[in-house]
């Protein structure tokens, strides 16, 4: 786990192609109309998933059958490749810096994080999409491959790298099929809301421990009914509330951490606020995953 954080530090991102691009491809004749949607749908978000956690552990598997240490260096592999936290914090903080100079040029460079119309947004709007974004992603692209790992090294080294991979194919499945107007996307969506519930909160509890606020999730419990997510309100507000700014998604969301938008500072502020939550993941996750290989070993 350690050897991958310090992948992502180094690295960022694996080289094209990327495998969870290759399982996107993979995903995609699966989007499109079916006569039995709710069922085809079904099917897609059970077996999916499944065929990417049983391909990389196996491969995984396999390299450590031949030697531990490559055992240890795919697993890492594949957990780098489950995991993104770098290239969150770097494109965030490239959008706030951004729209200090060239909002169009933010405007575009949003769209790398957030999955919304960009083309009104005012710079505050912006700025609070940018760290929405590495907020909720922080839950979804970090803590939850994480967690996955962690409840497969109960098991064994393959396992983990497995269930990484399992996390991360859940969520590329809600974020391709996942919408109101796709009914087979609808396993994925409540899969993935099922998957990322516990890592949402744990996102938001590192948030806090980030910002040295503890309080900052009970604060933000009052404003998160009004998210569609059942999920990633938490992280979102509980930075909110730690920043004492207000993030909002216009038309959808409001979460009232102060009276106004974020300005460059707070924003960047927030974004150092997501790097270090989420190298307390790191940490917090490679001594859970220890504990785990003990209590699987003794069992």
Known sequence: MLLAALLDRLVEEPPDPHPVA???RLV???DRVWS???AAGAAVAALLPALAATVVGGLVALADGRDRRLGVLAAALALFTATSHRLLVGTADAVVTTSERDLEAARDGLLALAGRDAAALSA???RSAAVESAA???ADGLVAPLAGFCVGALVSLPAAAAGAAWVKAVNTLDSMLGYPDKRHGTASARLDDAVAW???RASAGLLALAAGDVDAPRRARDWLDDVPSPNSGWPMGTLAAALRTRLA???VYRLPGGDRLPDATTARRGVRLVARAGWLAWVGAAGLARLAERVGGDR
Request: net charge neutral; charged share 20%.
């Open 22 to 24: 290759l399982f996107g």
């Open 28 to 30: 995609a004749p699966f």
């Open 36 to 38: 039995r949607p709710l």
């Open 124 to 126: 505050g709007e912006v």
């Open 136 to 138: 909720e992603n922080l």
């Open 198 to 200: 516990l890592p949402a």
């Open 249 to 251: 998604k216009p038309g």
